[in-house]
């Protein structure tokens, strides 16, 4: 990764920051409602940032999406799970931030081997998705097999709601996976090759 000046790198920084809040405040740009879930695209917006800027700056913008998330949750959640889950912020702003800075540290270890640059952030894209969906639903699955949070998943049962989160993999978690490696490399490749070329 090449070195920019300090001005550069905060101008950057801001305009990530700033898609944050846009994909977190106008409708169906960053959360797509799928029932009692909510089908995000904003983890590409914060890989992205990831591999543009190293690992410190993407767990930085991360972190501003947990943190609006955190917000949000309180004053207008996307689905009914959000007030009972995501006012948790080990849960609604950690794995974001983890998100930036484990996707920042694999690109820049693949970047030292021979693998073609489009594989390499694919390979990016999926490891950052994936961190955020293994850590959400993990702990979900640890903290919050509550009544409350079977209800707000629909199911009676809280024993049922590891299955509801079974069915979230496949319906939220492995699209946004896919989504995220097949638009990180159609970005950042061209944003790469731009930068190498100055």
């Known amino acids: ?10 101008s950057i920084l801001a ?14 740009f960053g959360y797509i409602p799928v029932g009692p879930l909510s089908l995000t695209t904003i983890h590409i917006t914060v890989i992205i940032a990831a591999v543009m800027l190293g690992p410190i700056d993407g767990g930085i913008v991360g972190g501003v999406w947990g943190l609006l998330s955190f917000i949000r949750a309180f004053t207008a959640p ?36 021979k693998l073609k640059p489009v594989f390499a952030l694919a390979i990016t894209a999926i490891v ?3 961190t955020n969906a293994v850590l959400v639903l993990g702990m979900i699955a640890i903290f919050y097999r509550t009544p409350a949070v079977a209800h707000a998943y629909g ?6 709601i590891i299955k509801v989160l079974m069915t979230a ?5 492995i699209p946004e996976t896919i989504l995220a ?10 944003l790469l090759r731009k930068r190498l070329k100055k």
């Not at 990764?1 to 905060?10: D, E, F, N, T, V």
């Not at 305009?15 to 169906?28: H, Y």
């Not at 993999?169 to 978690?173: D, I």
């Open 15 to 28: 305009l990530f920051i700033a898609i944050i809040i846009v994909q977190n405040f106008v409708p169906l």
């Open 155 to 160: 199911v009676s049962d809280p024993s049922l």
């Open 78 to 113: 996307t689905s009914p799970v959000q007030p009972l889950i995501f006012t948790n912020p080990v849960i609604s702003i950690l794995p974001r931030i983890l998100i930036g800075v484990v996707a920042g540290y694999v690109f820049i270890a693949l970047t030292k081997t």
């Open 181 to 190: 490696a097949v638009v990180v490399p159609l970005i950042c490749l061209p």
């Open 128 to 130: 950052g998705s994936l």
């Open 169 to 173: 993999v496949g319906t939220n978690s």
């Open 1 to 10: 990764m090449l070195k920019k000046s300090k001005a550069y790198r905060i």
